[in-house]
C-alpha cells in the first residue's frame, strides 16, 4: 500500500491550494483518511478526517471553515482544499489511512503514510 501526496507549493496570505492524495491498494474505500501537517519544532498535527464514506468530518479547530476535507473512492483519491491561507499553515502537509475506525484524531490510530508535501504561506 502506498499513499502519495501531492499539490503543495508556495502562496501569498489569502491564497488557496488543493492537496490531493492517491492510494494504491483495493481497500482504499474503506479507509478512514486524514490529512496531518508539521512545521518545524513542532509536534504533527491532524488537520482533518474524513470517513469511508465521505460522512462525518472532523477538523482542527485552526482550519474550520477554511478548510474542506474530501475524498473520491472511485479515483482512489482524498483531497484536502485550502482556502484563506495564513502563514500559521506553513507546514508538511501528510496524508493517512486508517484501516478501520473513524473520527481519528492521532497519528498512531493510522497505518499508512504518504511522504508529505511542503505548503509555504508567505505574508
Known amino acids: 500500500v502506498q499513499l502519495q501526496a501531492s499539490g503543495g507549493g508556495l502562496v501569498q496570505t489569502g491564497g488557496s491550494l488543493r492537496l490531493s492524495c492517491v492510494a494504491s491498494?483495493?481497500?482504499?474505500?474503506?479507509?478512514?483518511m486524514g490529512w496531518f501537517r508539521q512545521a518545524p519544532g513542532k509536534e504533527r498535527e491532524l488537520v482533518g478526517a474524513?470517513?469511508?464514506?465521505?460522512?462525518?468530518?472532523q477538523y482542527a479547530d485552526s482550519v474550520k471553515g477554511r478548510f474542506t476535507i474530501s475524498r473520491d473512492n472511485a479515483r482512489n483519491t482524498a483531497f484536502l482544499q485550502m482556502n484563506s491561507l495564513r502563514p500559521e499553515d506553513t507546514a508538511i502537509y501528510y496524508c493517512?489511512?486508517?484501516?478501520?475506525?473513524?473520527?481519528?484524531?492521532?497519528?498512531?490510530?493510522?497505518?499508512?503514510w504518504g511522504q508529505g508535501t511542503q505548503v509555504t504561506v508567505s505574508s
Open positions: 493517512a489511512g486508517a484501516m478501520f475506525g473513524s473520527l481519528l484524531d492521532a497519528a498512531d490510530q493510522y497505518h499508512y
Open positions: 491498494g483495493r481497500t482504499f474505500s474503506s479507509w478512514t
Open positions: 474524513v470517513p469511508w464514506n465521505g460522512g462525518l468530518t
